[in-house]
């Protein structure tokens, strides 16, 4: 790959994709994200030398919200093993909205289709394990900055604090699990540690250096370190194509065609195996919750590049 | 109506009633229930001049559970009116279990469909006015004291601690509703008024004097007193035909003809216009959660006496 | 009743109703019902002495539409007795669309909730015994000839047709109901049935003597012919006031109180028990399906006279 | 590859998968599929350079069934163009059964969520184009004949014929379909087109090279014959993994890791990209519809050789 010819094309793609920020509208639901600048996008590549390749707003800091499943599933599989996650979350796509609340009642077991949707990232939030909510969720921050070497990362507390106050269906979802034996901890715990986890604040930049772990199947390609087993790597790169762009999950697997998270603060990580790991944020979104002008920088990125894995 | 072969007749129906006790089972899912001996069968009813004829368990104290929900809406609507109540729940039948979230998400605006299933309940609760929740239940508690003429009438400790302890599904529904801005009040203070009015205990001989002040459109017919108005006691009835006996309503109007409430502690108050007032205490229950054996005994009644207003 | 007063009433009531016609809007799905004049409103009263009063558009023709599944049922009835009957389709009000499959798949076993919705009338008319269609539909035609005296009432050919062109959502339900054995007869000729018995055509004056045959319990109240037996008749009324009037069925039995049937076309059959059979058409339809100035001129009737069962 | 390795791993991989063939029960609802016999298991893999290695009943002919979706696509999307393909069908998983018809309705626009439900493969069936049935089928078998080099593939009459007969919910579905616009042709026709592209009948050894075209981008990589865009290629193979494998495509891929379609009549066909097509025979089925012994046999398969794409 040419760097310097490949961030001139990310920055082409960059204000191509640009045209498409005034098609969506920023989150509303959460009073906090909803004061966001409307124009902003930002992209950075993360090769496996560690190289840095970014456009844009690539150093504005936004919250995980929806990325942070994937990563709490990576603390919940280490912790507790396949077996008892799966027992109590799926891993199917569902077709529905991501708060949806339908399926916990009409599907036999009771239990989420998958840990990407809202509910079932609640009853990965109750698997975490530690002697607090503090020592759970500093097990998640802990490998965000082993994996971006970026000590400063946090939780964004006025966000976090938004998102708790507004968060009455993800409450109405949590109790049904608990009803349904899901969820066997506190609620407002869990929950509370399900808002701080998805408002752990984070730039483009560290979401590429994370998509990159994944990339290379758990380790810093440089150091060889491992933060994630590799099998679990391989789960949640799989659950990125089947359900990470919420009900638009397979249009995008058929237009882009690279795993990855998005989130509603506008964020997007992706996953290009043993290729790079790209971090986006664009906080209009469309009505699926997916970044407008994200999804349209993924996919006229991917077709530069050739980065389908189908 | 022949007061003394009226007597007879009813301990016949009842004895006959009784076969069907042992077809269903005590509600299993508030443990304080599930303690109930599942033989016990109970009938009085209650004639326009105060007299009562009783047969079987008919001083067994059982909690009204949702027959409390007639009297909590007879309370919004004194206190609201019409307008505001059904800006918030609807009034039409649902075909779907009594519990069941499903609709609150599919069905737009997200207002529960009427007032007998659980979040329909749970929005009228949150209507009831008063400074503080022993203010709120005291609305209700005192209306049937005086409908009733017994002063002991009252909450089962118990009972409450019980269901409160296990209705996750309704902390569920509750915050459903509070995210969709039905509910404005605070959840837990709203669900622990639904949970005390559930709980509120009589005795068949209660209830049958209950359904005759509504059977006498509002009033008591020996003194003439006027507890719930004309108006709201017609309403009652009208949702007491069309969602009074949970999913089975359209069934029971059919095979049985009376407007009638039950609950899941195996009461049900039943209102034949003008003439008389029933109240049947039997637990078990069929899988709407309706009391087997008394379903069984109105059936017989209204065929014996040809009570059914169709 | 003074019958030149309550002559005038009508009048003034007709009157008072005619402002909701431009609410509504004529039902377009049938095209031969989009030609409908929208400004029509009629209404007739059948007394049990055989008088008729009428206002308005009261010998404009209409089709009856859902209102003839209050007849198919009465002959399924008849002919196959309640048991069998009820082992194909429910009692139960839904909450749905009168055209909603979803229930068909959720709800075990597999049959359709109460024959006033279009998948339980479709499977009514599979209950119908004849040695083919004509003799089938011959056996409703005569029924509606000898309760209206009028032996001129038959299908509206254009309207027949219209419907049949049109109707695959209705083949999709009756497919349905072919593939979970509800429906054992051959589709497209029962389909032909339904859509020929929902193409009948008659006045508001022939509906308003349909409804006091039911409202005097199945009989001629002049001649004391029955035409009805009594038990179906009483089943007839419940299903009117449970599930007559489509998903408003439950504010209609508040708001008007009276036992009621309506159609597409704009009619609506309601029956007074022991008093009057009404005959109302209008041919602007609300969102659930129902005649809006019908529905109006029901209400104020039933404020004005006091006819509500409740 | 040593293929003599390999085909040794082949027979082991069998033998332990055979277990399984005891675990699910075959297609009932086809009466014609109910006759197979229940033991039976094979496995057929197509390298690259032609080479076929095969193990157990690699010679048995089956139906294509639901894996006939995959090439009706391709014939659509070629005839079509993907514009107007995906504005009749859309791109998603459900986490619903493939007969499945409640989405139809509660999802706007009406459209089905992706090919590889019933409800889909009917309206890409509407879009395959020819003066009359056997040519548009012939546009199908050609294709396949070609793709495998096998001249006598062609319909099963018995098991189309069995079929058609007993197809009623695909009826209910298609003409769901046509009210909704999404079908625009002949409902019969069109269900005789996808009853008989799914009674193709072929083994297994046919459908591993067929599963290597696509693994070759739609080429045949001995001759470089392109049978298949490469675009549409991509396509199928990214809904074999969010769709393929009907409501368990999810966990398909998580625990097995290879694009895949499978059929009710027991076959699997999976694509392993540039390395290997492998066509799979294993008339017991799981709940969702998947071949037991077949699914089991790809999981070890993937495991062995590594297979998985994730």
Same mark, same amino acid.
């Given at each position: 790959?040419?760097?310097?010819?490949?961030?001139?094309?990310?920055?082409?793609?960059?204000?191509?994709?640009? #045209?498409?920020?005034?098609?969506?509208?920023?989150?509303?639901?959460? &009073?906090?994200?909803? $004061?966001?600048?409307?124009?902003?996008?930002?992209?950075?590549?993360?090769?496996?030398?560690?190289?840095?390749?970014?456009?844009?707003?690539?150093? %504005?800091?936004?919250?995980?919200?929806?990325?942070?499943?994937?990563?709490?599933?990576?603390?919940?599989?280490?912790?507790?093993?396949? $077996?008892?996650?799966?027992?109590?979350?799926?891993?199917?796509?569902?077709?529905?909205?991501?708060?949806?609340?339908?399926?916990?009642?009409?599907?036999? &077991?009771?239990?989420?289709?998958?840990?990407?949707?809202?509910?079932? =990232?609640?009853?990965?939030?109750?698997?975490?394990?530690?002697?607090?909510?503090?020592?759970?969720?500093?097990?998640? %921050?802990?490998?965000?900055?082993?994996?971006?070497?970026?000590?400063?990362?946090?939780?964004?507390?006025?966000?976090?604090?938004?998102?708790?106050?507004?968060?009455?269906?993800?409450?109405?979802?949590?109790?049904?699990? $608990?009803?349904?034996?899901?969820?066997?901890?506190?609620?407002?715990?869990?929950?509370?540690?399900?808002?701080?986890?998805?408002?752990?604040?984070?730039?483009?930049?560290?979401?590429?250096?994370?998509?990159?772990?994944?990339?290379?199947?758990?380790?810093?390609?440089?150091?060889?370190?491992?933060?994630?087993?590799?099998?679990?790597?391989?789960?949640? $790169?799989?659950?990125?194509?089947?359900?990470?762009?919420?009900?638009?999950?397979?249009?995008?697997?058929?237009? %882009?065609?690279?795993?990855?998270?998005?989130?509603? =603060?506008?964020?997007?990580? #992706?996953?290009? &195996?043993?290729?790079?790991?790209?971090? %986006?944020?664009?906080?209009?979104?469309?009505?699926?919750?997916?970044?407008?002008?994200?999804?349209?920088?993924?996919?006229?990125?991917?077709?530069?590049?050739?980065?389908?894995?189908?």
């Amino acid at each position: 790959m040419d760097k310097a010819l490949a961030a001139k094309q990310l920055e082409a793609v960059l204000k191509q994709a640009s #045209a498409y920020t005034g098609k969506g509208s920023v989150a509303s639901y959460i &009073p906090e994200l909803a $004061k966001e600048d409307p124009g902003q996008l930002g992209v950075s590549i993360c090769l496996p030398d560690g190289t840095l390749l970014s456009a844009g707003d690539a150093d %504005v800091r936004f919250t995980l919200q929806s990325i942070s499943k994937i990563f709490s599933l990576i603390i919940a599989l280490c912790q507790n093993g396949q $077996k008892q996650v799966f027992e109590r979350v799926g891993k199917e796509p569902t077709g529905d909205p991501f708060n949806s609340i339908i399926k916990l009642e009409t599907i036999k &077991p009771h239990k989420p289709l998958n840990p990407m949707i809202n509910a079932g =990232a609640i009853a990965v939030a109750g698997m975490i394990q530690g002697k607090n909510i503090e020592e759970r969720l500093n097990s998640i %921050v802990d490998m965000l900055r082993k994996m971006t070497g970026n000590p400063s990362i946090c939780v964004n507390e006025a966000v976090y604090c938004s998102e708790k106050r507004t968060a009455d269906r993800n409450r109405a979802l949590a109790w049904f699990l $608990k009803d349904s034996g899901i969820l066997t901890t506190d609620v407002e715990e869990t929950l509370d540690l399900y808002f701080q986890h998805c408002a752990i604040e984070v730039t483009a930049k560290d979401v590429a250096r994370m998509g990159m772990v994944l990339a290379a199947d758990g380790i810093n390609p440089q150091t060889g370190e491992r933060y994630v087993p590799e099998e679990v790597a391989r789960i949640c $790169k799989t659950f990125m194509v089947t359900c990470g762009m919420y009900n638009a999950s397979g249009e995008f697997a058929i237009d %882009v065609g690279i795993p990855a998270k998005s989130g509603v =603060a506008g964020g997007i990580m #992706a996953t290009v &195996p043993h290729k790079m790991g790209i971090g %986006v944020f664009g906080p209009t979104l469309d009505d699926k919750g997916n970044s407008v002008a994200g999804v349209e920088l993924l996919r006229l990125l991917s077709q530069e590049w050739k980065l389908g894995i189908f």
